[in-house]
């Protein structure tokens, strides 16, 4: 028989708990964003910081409101969005239909690859206003100079991750695709390709943020139109509710962007992690 005083000594056995339900993750981000949106209102209210430098988000609302029905300057807010991308897809646009290409190439050959690189490896850490001035007074201030711009910004990202993206793919998997009797234009198409695919996409997004905010200061220096020339043009006004205007809307596209890409990538890229 047992002792009852080791039973009464057994701590009992404590209930289980009940899991607590995980909020749906979209619910976070939405808390955040008001928690910002209720600091900034508490600020401006507060008058923390003078109103002439921080309007409150209702100014703010006000401006987006007077821009919809009266324009800006000559220009309305969808036009000057659409100058912003139109600029960025040309830029962006080239970079990718000629750096993925020679990425590749230089993965694929190493004659290439050592002609090629160190061009490359010099590119890439140039901040690209500082080739800004050159390309105006050759290109003039038209989108030509913008687009070059924006064209050498992305240019070096897509080269170096597509030759990365070469590099990386397994030496076992060509060599058994071989052994199989696949030509070298199926061991490409099959195999390499698809395996530096995410190198490649990885690539995009980050070529693709920095020339986004490259396309914004490119149009702080010589633009008649895009979101860029609206910061700078109301700066002169001290127009700070403007600005800020063009700043959330800068953010808003930034986000949209990764977003489209990103789900590009999953839909191409869909063996992502599964090696």
């Avoid at 056995?13 to 995980?22: D, F, N, T, W």
């Avoid at 700066?235 to 808003?252: K, Q, Y």
Wanted: net charge positive; glycine share 10%; with cysteine.
């Amino acid at each position: 028989m047992s002792d009852p005083s080791l039973a009464l000594a057994r701590p009992a056995a404590s209930a289980p708990r009940r899991p607590h339900a995980a909020l749906p993750r979209p619910l976070y981000g939405a808390a955040a964003v008001l928690a910002m949106l209720l600091a900034w209102w508490a600020v401006s209210g507060g008058r923390v910081v003078p109103a002439a430098l921080l309007p409150s988000p209702a100014e703010v609302w006000r401006a987006l409101g007077e821009i919809l029905r009266e324009g800006y300057r000559g220009t309305t807010l969808g036009g000057n969005i659409l100058s912003t991308l139109g600029r960025l897809g040309g830029g962006f646009g080239l970079a990718v239909l000629t750096g993925v290409p020679l990425g590749l190439w230089m993965g694929l050959n190493r004659h290439a690859a050592a002609a090629i690189d160190w061009i490359i490896q010099f590119l890439r850490p140039l901040p690209p206003l500082s080739y800004m001035i050159l390309l105006i007074l050759w290109l003039g201030t038209g989108d030509a100079s913008k687009t070059a711009l924006l064209f050498l910004t992305a240019f070096p990202i897509v080269v170096a991750a597509s030759a990365a993206g070469v590099r990386g793919v397994r030496r076992q998997r060509i060599q058994a695709a071989q052994a199989l009797g696949a030509s070298r234009a199926q061991v490409f198409r099959h195999i390499v390709l698809p395996s530096a695919a995410p190198m490649i996409f990885t690539g995009l997004q980050i070529a693709l943020a920095a020339a986004f905010s490259t396309v914004v200061s490119a149009e702080l220096m010589a633009a008649t139109d895009g979101l860029g020339w609206m910061v700078i043009s109301a700066s002169h006004f001290l127009r700070n509710d403007v600005i800020i205007l063009c700043i959330l809307v800068l953010g808003l596209l930034g986000v949209a962007l990764a977003w489209a890409l990103r789900a590009l990538d999953r839909r191409i890229v869909h063996w992502r992690g599964r090696d």
